[in-house]
């Protein structure tokens, strides 16, 4: 089983997307989709 995943065109770590989603966006006007482009862009 692999620890990464895709998201987009970004190959994500598995815990850090869980951490991301289920911890750090919850309550902020952030959205799954607008964090994921803007990582793409780092």
Known sequence: ???RINVGSLNVDRELYAFVNEQ???GTALLKTSF?????HL
């Open 36 to 40: 994921g482009l803007t990582l793409k």
């Open 1 to 3: 089983m692999s620890d």
């Open 24 to 26: 750090a966006l919850p």
